[in-house]
């Protein structure tokens, strides 16, 4: 049984009372205040800073009339208010955090949560989703995001008193909930759970400001204090030394807690498999058949399938991911090819782009390139710094578990060729008026680069083959055979998971 705590709520006096002079001094004081946070968002906006302020606390204790005084200091135009209830059966298809993830805003813009990812924690009374909340707030504020959690506190009294005043107008009485009753009801109990989830997720990089909701006007004043003084102070230090100054360098691969597959280096991988073309056609059939059934099964148990496909240039990732789907039903698929981020995408922690292309339950996606490039085209063209490429190890991994913890299969192909293949099909898709479009003067950029980009494959299937989520080096020098043994692939890791 756990062990009886109320320390966060403790420290609260639910009992203070203010003077006349006392209550005018404080209105005095969040006229000021809200002045600054007014300038802060200028700031904010130039110095590229996103933050995210999330309300909790108990029904009818001023969350909403807060943010609406709140939201009045600022530009419309650069701050989004989130109300969060119960998901809806979109967002219920979807891993837990995924609604909250498409919500974060762009870099300079400001969000604001009235009840947030704390939410099923809050509603259902016991502990939910804590892990995946760690994850989501510490690779969050590791990207230079400012995370504020301010849970408002009331006593039962008072709340008993609150929600029969919006019971008693017609105006406001669909505010009120037999949910709210039943936490009024059993406040003690709830106090406990509050408590302890509290404690649980009062991580150093996002902690907990816990504020008394009796009055509304020093609550203001607390919440607008507590901002504007952090935001100032970081303001300031990204001005002077730039965003990546309040940047966390995340968990390092020697303290990650995955258990990896040793693989070997994909120069070491023997190139020589090959199958027929005769062979081919006759085990695709088969096999394609076999997927088909399969991914009618998956459908039918709401498991998600998401396939990733990376490898060199002219590897023949189009064509197997082409042999792969075809066998599908159209209404269960989609295929993203991800390219470079584009300006909305750059804005925002580089996973975003991703969470927003999960498959629902029982559906399946595609990745043609994947959150990988993070770790290869990223890290040598420098489109990130040594500490964002070092620290999304452990972040991919920890997303890729979050998708399996949801009940999603995970596989993830390297598509491997040898430089002499990858020249031999470079030529022949120049000489090829209807494969010209596919050489580009970024594939022989890239190829001129080929041993440095050894380097970071290997270093990325060394830290992200999680036991798993492993990799899959595909011999892929005889197209035939890949494709075969990617399908192949895939339906040893269903049938595995069906069984």
């Known amino acids: 049984m756990r062990e009886r705590r109320l320390a966060m709520f403790e420290e609260i006096d639910l009992k203070r009372e203010y003077t006349l002079d006392e209550e005018i001094s404080i209105k005095a004081e969040i006229d000021e205040l809200g002045d600054r946070f007014a300038q802060l968002q200028q700031r904010l906006k130039k110095a ?17 009339s807060l943010i ?20 809806s059966d979109e967002e219920s298809r979807k891993p837990y955090m995924n ?3 498409m919500k974060i805003p762009g870099r300079g813009e400001i969000a604001i949560f009235d009840r947030s990812w704390y939410h099923d924690w809050m509603t259902s009374g016991k502990e939910s989703h804590s892990k995946d909340i760690e994850v989501f707030e510490r690779q969050l504020t590791d990207d230079a995001y400012v995370i504020f959690k301010f849970f408002l506190h009331i006593t039962k009294k008072e709340q008993s008193k609150r929600l029969n005043e919006l019971e008693a107008s017609k105006a406001t009485k669909w505010r009120v909930s037999a949910h709210d009753w039943k936490q009024n009801k059993a406040y003690a109990v709830c106090k406990e759970e509050y408590d302890f989830m509290l404690e649980k997720t009062n991580f150093e990089y996002a902690g907990w400001n816990v504020i ?3 009055e509304r006007d020093v609550a203001l004043k607390e919440v607008l204090e507590t901002v504007v003084k952090r935001l100032e102070k970081l303001c300031r230090k990204v001005e002077k030394d730039g965003i990546h100054s309040i940047e966390g360098r995340g968990i390092p691969v020697s303290k990650m807690d995955f258990e990896l597959v040793r693989k070997p280096l994909i120069q070491d991988v023997s190139l020589d498999c090959t199958l027929s073309e005769k062979e081919y056609h006759k085990r695709l059939d088969k096999l394609q058949d076999k997927l088909l059934k399969l991914s009618y099964k998956l459908y039918k148990k709401k498991i998600p399938l998401i396939i990733c496909y990376e490898g060199w240039d002219a590897a023949g990732k189009g064509g197997n991911i082409k042999r792969m789907v075809s066998c599908f039903d159209a209404r269960d698929y989609d295929v993203n090819p991800v390219a470079a981020p584009d300006s909305y995408e750059k804005a925002r922690q580089y996973l975003w782009r991703f969470q927003k292309n999960l498959p629902k339950t029982g559906h399946i996606a595609v990745f043609d390139r994947t959150w990988y490039g993070r770790v290869m085209v990223e890290r040598l063209e ?18 890729e578990q979050e998708l399996m913890d949801w009940g999603a299969i995970v596989v993830k192909f390297w598509l491997q060729i040898d430089k002499d293949e990858q020249l031999a099909r470079f030529r022949e898709r120049e000489n090829n008026p209807a494969k010209q479009w596919k050489i580009t003067d970024e594939d022989w ?3 001129d680069k080929w041993d440095k980009y050894e380097v970071a494959v290997n270093d990325m299937i060394k830290y992200t083959s999680t036991k798993d989520a ?6 892929s020098n005889n197209k035939y055979y890949a494709r075969i043994k990617a399908i192949e692939t895939v339906v040893d890791a269903i049938e595995s998971r069906l069984s």
């Open 212 to 214: 008394s909701g009796m």
């Open 68 to 87: 609406g005084k709140l939201l009045k200091y600022l530009d419309p135009r650069g701050v989004k208010m989130y109300s969060i209830t119960s998901p």
């Open 382 to 399: 420098g489109f990130n710094t040594e500490t964002e490429w070092k620290r999304a190890y452990n972040e991919i991994n920890e997303f």
């Open 48 to 64: 590229g800073i996103p933050v995210i302020i999330a309300f909790e606390g108990w029904s009818a204790s001023g969350k909403g």
């Open 99 to 101: 609604r909250f993830w």
């Open 470 to 475: 492993p990799w899959h080096i595909i011999e």
């Open 445 to 447: 950029r890239n190829r």
